[in-house]
């Protein structure tokens, strides 16, 4: 925990940055590739500026495919936020506009939404209601806030499809682009939300197609069961590029698995797609081989995060070549995930990072609680090329969904895709952050045996353990999504 004053200085910075977003602070990419530590005491890069407004480009083709931001890279820190803008600032007069994201904080974004607006296109915005900054309410004022108009902005109290309480959230990012450019039936979804925490702070995804109407009109339809913002847990479904008629579930091209979702440790989504992994195979040439499986997740924690690393160590103790790669993970699902094998312990690794020290404050109670993180993976994400239900498969799973407690019992969406393509855009992204600096080890090796070398006291025997990362989820950089 921060003293009162650095809390208060932090509180302070933080409504700085929101208030003149297109101030970052910057990472030169030589410092970056020295240490993440410095990139607190690198100076500040300015952020995109908006384009002046005028007419869309017909002619712009919007980039299909994963993109994906860099944030300890400055010139990759807004590379979702381009694409997005590019896609807002190219829809004509007379088509659609339709979000839904946790939170949205850029005035950039505002800026282009509004003008949008003006030159008539009918612009659809849900949000979830932790955050009501002056983006928003600039936003609402030129939209409204009636979700049976043809263009607003409206906060889902608890969730727009499930139970009103405390806990649940509108956690679903997807954004819908009648047209844009010469492009029909745009569909981006992913981990990004429009916020300075998701170009400042987080490793974020972005998945871009054109052009498949059905799909399409699949996220517009669940988009209008959300409008209402029910009170009450609405019904999980499936749908994918045939719309609702999905007979080979994951296995179809695009799946989509809709939450609210009532989950166990024996009714899991996420076990059901773990449960279909075969780790040594024989491919069609004959040839031995060990299914890959890489996981960027933002949290795994509590007992759902146990369960699921349970089956995650299983997996990699049958031979699957599997690295997890996380923000924040609870103590004891590391402890899960971590236990040895026959094959030595998972891969694991970490995003999340302690940039800045907590100043001390003198009292004990306080000094010697677990810092916040100030960097960290917000994917979703979970590649795999090898053995899928019998078949040689190459598939990516993404969305909003977080692998806790918290990822099934609210607006959430977990998209499956399938392709040679994608996998590899995946991978080369979880290979960038697997490497010294963006990312850490996660385990921690001690000594059992000491000897005296010289007069000098030196370790042998290095053991592996498993310690608490001594960092937690909070403060003013953290996204709790």
Known sequence: ????????????????????????????AGAAAAAPAAATSAQPAAAPSARKPGKPNKKWKVPVGPKFNNPMIPKDRFVIERHVLRAIRNTPKGEKITISAYSLDRQVFADELIRAKKRGVKVKVLLNDHLVPSAQTRIQKVLGNNTKKSSFLKRCVSGCRADKNEYNNLHSKFYLFSRTGRNRNVVMLGSYNMTLNAVRWQWNDLWTTKGKKTLYDQFIGLFNDMRPDWDKRRATYNFCENGLDCPAGDMQKYHTVVFPRYTTPTNDVILDILNNITCVYTDATGVQRRTQLALSMHSMRGKRGNYIADKLRELYAAGCNLRVNYGLMGFHTKQHIGAPTARGRVPLRSTGFNLADDVPTGDPEIDNMPENIERYTHHKYFVLRGMYQGADSRMVWTGSTNWSSLGTPQDEILFTMHGRGVVQDYMKNFNLMWKKPFSRDAYTTTYSEWKMVNGRRVGTDPVVTIEPDGLRGAGPTWEND
């Open 1 to 28: 925990m921060r003293s009162k004053s650095i809390a208060l200085l932090a509180a302070l910075g933080l409504a700085a940055s929101l208030a003149a977003p297109a101030a970052t602070a910057s990472v030169s």
